[in-house]
């Protein structure tokens, strides 16, 4: 069975850091290209950040560029979401979500909460 499951959430003053992750189990990450999607109350779902298959092309959205980091580690099958200089605005589930071809895999998410 397929399962994406992340961790790392919680609540955090304006300015701190997090570090989110996503472990995968029944799948092998590093065939897939990974993103972090987050959905905010009464928004719709937005992207985050992208890391392709090879790991050689990363994209972020404006809002969090040069504040977060997205990252692979292939020995232990799991995606990061380094995310600093938090603010209010960032509080939101954070979604990991695996693609490969028609094969698309999300995980349950994981609330941040950045209070001001």
């Known amino acids: 069975q397929v399962q994406l499951v992340e961790s790392g959430g919680g609540l955090v003053q304006a300015g701190g850091s997090l570090r989110l992750s996503c472990a995968a189990s029944g799948l092998t990450l590093n065939n897939y290209d990974m993103r972090w999607y987050r959905q905010a109350p009464g928004k719709e779902r937005e992207f985050v950040a992208h890391?392709?298959?090879?790991?050689?092309?990363?994209s972020y959205a404006d809002s969090v560029k040069g504040r977060f980091t997205i990252s692979r580690d292939n020995a232990k099958n799991a995606v990061y979401l380094q995310m600093n200089g938090l603010k209010p605005e960032d509080t939101a589930i954070y979604y990991c979500?695996?693609?490969?071809?028609?094969?698309?895999?999300w995980g349950q998410g994981t609330q941040v909460t950045v209070s001001s």
């Open positions: 979500h695996a693609r490969r071809w028609t094969s698309v895999y």
């Open positions: 890391l392709i298959l090879s790991g050689g092309s990363i």
